[in-house]
């Protein structure tokens, strides 16, 4: 692999939302960037551009001490990238009934033109997620302050 090829892209993309740099990240979208979240109820599984998605983030990393999204494993073929992750939060103490940590199990397909991300889209469960925290993706958005069903930017 280059420097600048599509797997290192998504590599430095995931590296900067890890030190919270929601600039840094956006830096690597293309102007037509879509993020999609397979399973969440439209429209708030797509979010366009990358004003939106640090939008959407901001206020998950607004609420965590920490973040540690690790690839495991990652595979690259021509301009697509497919990685298996899991995607550690640390929240603030007492934010959610069950655990102020969540471990999201995560597989990720990339699709990256001329060294930009264009589509980014997750698959995780949803229900593992609500299990985790002891409440469901909309209650999680209201706590933390953000309508999944609105986006900004």
Known sequence: MTATSPGNT???????????????????????FVWENIG???????VQGGAGMAHRLRAVFDVC??????????????DTVMNERRDDHYFQPDLFPKSNYLAAPVCGVWKVREGKI??????SDLGDFE????????????????????QKG
């Open 10 to 32: 998504v590599r430095a993309f995931i590296a900067r939302l890890n030190d919270k740099d929601l600039d840094g990240a956006q830096a690597l979208l293309s102007d037509d």
């Open 40 to 46: 969440m109820e439209p429209p708030a599984n797509r």
């Open 118 to 123: 264009t589509l980014w889209r997750d698959y």
């Open 65 to 78: 001490v920490k973040i540690d999204w690790i690839i495991l494993e990652q595979l690259e073929a021509g």
């Open 131 to 150: 299990r985790q925290l002891g409440m469901s993706v909309k209650e999680f958005g209201a706590i933390i302050g953000r309508n999944y069903g609105q």
